[in-house]
C-alpha cells in the first residue's frame, strides 16, 4: 500500500506449497489493483495466464510464449540482455546496481556498466538491487525508469 501509484509487485513465494500460493497470490493482486499497481507472476506464462496476472516475470525463449502478458525479465550482462530482446522483453530487471543479500558475493556494478548495459536494452529498465529511493534518486539516467527492491519495503 506504500508503493507509488502504478506500480508493479513481482510475486515469486516459490517457498509456498501450491495452494498457499495461489492464496497468497490471490490476496496480492486484489490489494494490487485496488491501487492501481499490476503484478508480476514469477513462473511459466501458461501459469501467470492461468491466474490472470498482468505479467510473467523471468526468463523465456520466445515472445509467443508469453503472448499478451508483460514480460519482466531478470538481466545481470549483456548476453541475458540479448536474449530478453529476443524474446521480446518489455521491462528489464538490470541487477545487482549495489550489493544485496541476494546476489552475495558478486559484485555490483558502476554507473558506466548501468549506463552501457541499459542503453542495449529494448524496454523499460528497472535498476535492481541493494536499491533504495535515495540510491535510485542519485544514480538514475535517462535509460533508467525506475527501482525495484525487497528488503527496502521490508
Known amino acids: ?7 508493479g509487485i513481482v510475486f515469486r513465494h516459490y517457498h509456498l506449497g501450491d495452494a498457499a500460493r495461489k492464496r497468497r497470490f ?6 494490487a489493483r485496488r ?3 499490476r503484478v508480476f507472476l514469477a513462473g511459466t506464462p501458461a ?8 505479467g510473467v516475470y523471468g526468463c523465456f525463449g520466445r515472445r509467443s510464449e508469453i503472448g499478451a502478458l508483460l514480460h519482466g525479465a531478470p538481466v545481470h550482462n ?6 530478453a530482446n529476443r524474446a521480446g522483453a518489455d521491462i528489464f530487471f538490470l541487477s545487482p546496481i549495489f550489493a544485496t543479500r541476494s546476489h552475495p558475493g558478486q559484485p555490483p ?12 536494452c ?12 535515495h540510491r535510485y534518486r542519485f ?16
Open 122 to 133: 529494448n524496454g523499460a529498465v528497472i535498476g535492481l538491487g541493494g536499491m533504495n529511493q
Open 47 to 54: 501459469l501467470a495466464r492461468h491466474w490472470r496476472a498482468e
Open 35 to 37: 491501487h492501481g499497481h
Open 78 to 83: 549483456a548476453r541475458e540482455i540479448q536474449k
Open 1 to 7: 500500500m506504500r508503493l507509488p501509484r502504478g506500480s
Open 26 to 31: 490471490e490476496t496480492i493482486k486484489m490489494l
Open 109 to 120: 556494478m558502476n554507473p558506466v556498466q548501468v549506463r552501457r548495459l541499459s542503453a542495449l
Open 139 to 154: 544514480h538514475k539516467n535517462r535509460l533508467t525508469h525506475g527501482w525495484a527492491a525487497i528488503d527496502a519495503f521490508s
